[in-house]
Every structure is written in structure tokens, then in C-alpha cells.
């Protein structure tokens, strides 16, 4: 069984500042790692993933995470964010050794950017 | 772009009544998820169909919810009757079937249930 600890349920900041919002997860065995994120009213939408190789990824709009093993964190951080940032995101993780195995979500981080 | 559709967006709903929602995953993915989120939380399985067949309902109230996906396309998950603990949003994703590799799950825009 695995699970995700957002430590921070809400994240205020300032527009242009740096952010880093913070994951862990506990499992017996090795996982994918995701963040996703959701507007109001909205599905979820798939902002980066961490499924192998080089242990920092990117998304197209300027996110990163890292993926740090020997910690079991997955904190994902953005040098300068814009108004647009807001919304809740989810850290989550998926168990690599079952083929479509379900996703099991952090209770989300609540980012707030502030003009 | 192919999309996960969902109906209704929104239901609201008398506590003892039936509610059902629709899912129609993305065309040919084999896998579909039903997820629960309450407000506040994030979401949480509920229900994991391959094909037509259920492999994972461990989370789903069974004395009051019911899924199926008879034709191994599109789903139906029902709550009869519905409790005021099940106001949250009801997510459904769909993902294609690759043993070989990591399969992306893709997610609908979700049906908000509130009970009153």
C-alpha cells in the first residue's frame, strides 16, 4: 500500500515569487510519481510525472519536481509564478509493479497567488 | 483530442433518493477508473474496471453504490439510496492497456453531487 503527505494545505504568495510545494509518500514498493493539478469545478489535469531516468522533471509551463529517493519526496517548485498558478494540486503515486494500477492522492495544496 | 466525458456536470439531489452518473472514456482505453474527491480531500478509488469486469471495488460501498460497464466502453455508477456524506465530485479517468509500459490515466471533468 502506499500514501502522500502534502505537508501544506494552503500556499499564499506573492505574484513572481518562487513557490515550492512539498510531497512525501511512504510505499513498500517502488512508484510512479505525479503532480497534478485541478481549477474549481474542473477534472484533474496531469502536470508532470516522474516515471524513470533523470530525477528532475519539467512541465511545458515553467513547474519542476524532484524526485529524491532516499527522502521519498517529490516537491514540486516554480521559480516565478503568475496570478494564472492558482488552483489545488495533487501529489500522487501509482504502484510500478501492477499494469494500471490505481493513483492515490495526497489531500492537495491550496496555491494561492496574490497580486 | 479525445476526451473523458462525463454527465450530468452537476446533481443535486434529496438524501434517500437514486442518483446515477455516465462516463465515456477515451475511445479504445480498456481501463476505467471511478474516483470519489471530497471537498477539501483528494480523490480516492472507488471502482477500477478492465474491459467489462470489475478488479478493484475494495473502497466502494457496496450496501449503496453500484458500477457497471456492460459493454466494456462506457459506465455507470449508481448511489441508491444517497446519504449526505456523498455530496463530493465523482471522477472518472481512462487509460489504455500496456503491460509493458507506465499507462497514462486521462480524467473527465467530474459530476458535482450535492445532497440535501
Known amino acids: 500500500a502506499q500514501s502522500v503527505t502534502q505537508l501544506d494545505s494552503q500556499v499564499p504568495v506573492f505574484e513572481e515569487a518562487p513557490v515550492e510545494l512539498r510531497c512525501n509518500y511512504s510505499?513498500?514498493?517502488?512508484?510512479?510519481l505525479f503532480w497534478y493539478v485541478q481549477y474549481p469545478n474542473q477534472g484533474l489535469q496531469l502536470l508532470l510525472k516522474?516515471?524513470?531516468?533523470?530525477?528532475l522533471v519539467e512541465s511545458i509551463n515553467g513547474f519542476e519536481a524532484e524526485f529524491n529517493k532516499s527522502q521519498t519526496s517529490f516537491h514540486l517548485r516554480k521559480p516565478s509564478v503568475h496570478i494564472s498558478d492558482t488552483a489545488e494540486y495533487f501529489c500522487a503515486v501509482s504502484d510500478q509493479e501492477t499494469s494500471g494500477s490505481r493513483l492515490t492522492f495526497g489531500e492537495g495544496t491550496q496555491l494561492t497567488v496574490n497580486p | 483530442e479525445a476526451e473523458v466525458a462525463q454527465s450530468p456536470r452537476y446533481k443535486i439531489t434529496e438524501k434517500s433518493q437514486a442518483v446515477a452518473f455516465w462516463c465515456d472514456p477515451i475511445?479504445?482505453?480498456?481501463?476505467l477508473y471511478w474516483y470519489r474527491q471530497i471537498l477539501g480531500q483528494g480523490p480516492e478509488l472507488l471502482v477500477q474496471?478492465?474491459?467489462?469486469?470489475?478488479?478493484?471495488d475494495s473502497q466502494l460501498p457496496k450496501d449503496r453504490f453500484s458500477a457497471e460497464r456492460l459493454k466494456g466502453v462506457d459506465s455507470t455508477l449508481k448511489i441508491q439510496p444517497a446519504e449526505l456524506g456523498d455530496s463530493a465530485m465523482y471522477l472518472c479517468a481512462s487509460s489504455s492497456v500496456d503491460y509493458n509500459s507506465y499507462n497514462e490515466q486521462f480524467f473527465g471533468p467530474g459530476t458535482r453531487l450535492t445532497v440535501l
Open positions: 474496471f478492465q474491459d467489462e469486469s470489475v478488479v478493484d
Open positions: 475511445s479504445g482505453h480498456a481501463t
Open positions: 510505499s513498500s514498493v517502488s512508484v510512479y
Open positions: 516522474y516515471l524513470s531516468g533523470s530525477t
